[in-house]
């Protein structure tokens, strides 16, 4: 088990290099140069020839003439930058913020805590609905709750999830009235503790439930096709004919042969929510990573959106491995130390 | 199988003569597997469905844009955010043969009938506040001769030459002369025309003065002193005017000196008998029925018709012309952006009595009192924020959004199907390189890399070539499905026979892969292609939503719901985002039902055997 995941995070770390010089390669497209940012005020007092020199010079001391390995080398902070010092991504430098005048670590801070809180919420939410729903469909398969579970899944899955938004924010924001259209709190209001709490939890309620509405779609038809195919295995027939209740039939026999693939669907769903909260956070103007995402690309602050994106990078690979990882733990038949 | 023959088997292998049963093996004898899919799916009512409004939606955006010229350029601020109607012209039928004056509005309609009856029709709402149908009750009272509609203001004028104004009031627009009220020395002057432009609204008394007011920040509404006791007819176009005096000549009388009107060209001086403006541009036609026109044309005002008849009297749009021959026939010519110059033979029975034209309406009056129509009836879904009509803009956005999709759909399995034989078929070190590959492509977090790679690559290339980008920026994201499932596929498929039996007689590997073993596999090739048009068709809509994707003025599904997140659009401009929300989802669920409904179909244990 050990060798095994030393060998995963090992490939792990070569991936997250190969994908990292990759983001910065495509970052370094991006028609840029530094030096003559950094001298552009002077241009005026310098005579042309000094300012060539200057120019040369800064641009050699800022390493801009090196091979783009080097200069990778010195942003991921493999090799010393410019100063001596290793400082790059891997010492915690995630560069500055050109939209913000801010280090992008201290950006990314307060949108992170509102990603990941709505994120989990959202998680809990959608499980909590999906998986008793799609055990049930698949117990009482062919009868009229599944019929109609069946119809409505596909709707919930073939509509992208920003008309589902607008649709929702038109009945519950509009006509009901029942949440805030947008933001991520009462404007002015200066609350604390748990009244803060249940404010923030009033204006996310409606990004929360298109969110969940978004996924029951998807999941409710993988929980169901994973529990039919788990109710259709000999031992299952065997349980019955021994007079096994029906509960126990369904919770423990047949429950547990599905969760194998029903794990692999909640980790890759979790991962694919925190990209496809991009599209929520930008509809309900939620100030998370998606929405500072599409701020940094917009404006051009390409060491912003280069940070995030390296998140995104980390979380999917951290999830991959975390989903091998659980086979052995779900199903003690996998044995993928092999 | 048909559902009859199964209920006559099962009555059969009730109650009649077993013997004539077909069992499973006859039966998968008289069938083909291709055979057997093909009858699953056309007894799935719901894959049917699918099938069905997939391809209605197909055809209407792959037809209709033949039909639907679209102007990427255009935009129209008379027109913008007009719920769906087609009232704009719908006359109440009080106005026949009985009708005094007819006046067009952007979106709306006013008339007065002979009896001195005030209405109004079509979508008559300027603002939250403004609405035109709320005709104010003096003019109900009144006994109304003549009305004139501006971009949103009404002018009405009673028997008594009184004027009145209703609408929007902002910027001055009911600022009526002094000269032009009743006063105690001189009387009511009488009013014989009256005419409105944009926030701008013209009076001419039968004394020959003309008097203009309203908004004259933008408009030229001072009259030089000269020309006053001598008009006989005032044209108004949106923000200037021009004069026809008694001596037949046409002159601008405003104070602005270097704008398209200020120089009336040299004909007419003498002998012109009717004047009339359209938006940008000003028409004449003399004695000798010439028609000339000046100003700013740009939507093909100055194409003037050759025609036997001779014109008479001329009216003008906001970009067309409409004339009355002296046989009583009527032409137009200028823009046709909303078939404002298509006059039907109907029209044309030679009995014209007057016409009344404005904006994009068309009110021809025959001797006998009926009223002919044409022009814009209005938008059967509604116009967005720069008045563009949404449904031209659903059948051109369905086109793109379909062609996008479909092409980044064929990218991903050119390169996924190549890759997973490649992977399956030769294992080893190839198949190693290409997983690990497939594997990192599939890590990467799929939308903000497409993100990223659209703001970044993007930035450089025109419109175009961005959509291009798209395609293979998405096709070449997505292609990592098909490829574990190909190999998958090919995994099981090599290991039979068939396949020993080609390698046996020498045949070269790839025509082994790709003609002995990808047949194979094609159903479920197909099913994944449904499915996976549909998911490229939501991540082209879902980054051109969120401004990555394809930008506007191009429209697509996607990118015209951008902008549709607030509580205004959402509620009170629906139109603009129900439209092309439920077209989309429409077509989304169709796909998906289709898909579903060929994977039950190519899959055998799906039929319970």
Redo the contacts between chains.
Sequence with gaps: MTKYIIKRIGYLVL?FF??SLL?YM??N??PSDPARDQLEGMKSSLTPEAYQQMYQNLRKQMGLDDHILIRYARWMGLIPNMEGKFYGLLEGNFGYSQYFKKNVIEVVVSPLKTTIFINIFATILALGITIPLGIYCAVHKGGKIDNFTQ?FT??G???????I???F??IF??LLRWFP??GMGTPGANYTGMKLFLDRLYYFALPLIVMTFGSLGGMTRYVRAAMIDALSMDHIKTARAKGVREKAVIYSHAWRNALLPVVTLIISWF?GI???S??IE???NINGMGSL??KG??NHD?EL?LA??MF??V???VG?LIMDLSYGIVDPRVHIDK | MTDNQKRHSLLRNLFGNRNKEIDIMTEEQIQSPGRMMLDNFLHNRLGMTGLIGFLAIFLFVLIAPHFVPINLGESDNTQTNVPPTSTMMSYPKEMVHNTQAIASGPTFGVGCDKDGHTYTWGYTKITDVIDMKNIPQEVLDAKIVDVAAGYDHIVALDEDNHLYVWGSTRLGQDRIPSELKPSRTKGTPEIIQIEAGYQISGALTAAGNAYFWGNGNMADIDVKKEYQGRVKKIAVATYNYCLLLDDGSVVYAGLQKNNAFTKVPENLKSGVVDIAASGDTMAAVDRNGKITVWGNATHGEKNVPETDSKPVELYGGRYHYTALMENGDVISWGSNSHGETNVTASVNSGDIETVFAGFYQNYAVTTSGDIHTWGLKGHPLGTDDLGRDILTRIIHGGKTTMTVGAIAEIISIIVGVILGALAGYFGGRTDMLIMRISEIIGGLPFLPFALLLSAIIGTRFDVQMRMYLIMVVLGLLSWTGICRLIRAQILAEREKEFVLAAQAMGVREGTIIFKHILPNVLSILLVQATLGFATCMLTESSLSYLGFGITPPTPTWGNMLTGANNSIVIQQYWWRWVFPAAIFGLCTICINLMGDAIRDAVDPKSLGR
């Design positions: 991936v190969i994908v983001m495509l970052y497209l991006i119809v596909i709707i899955y073939s509509i992208p999830v920003y008309i938004a607008l649709v924010v038109f924001a509009v259209v947008s991962l925190f990209s496809g991009v599209i930008n509809t309900f995402y599409i690309l917009q390409y959106a995030i994106q995104y990078t979380v999917s690979l991959a």
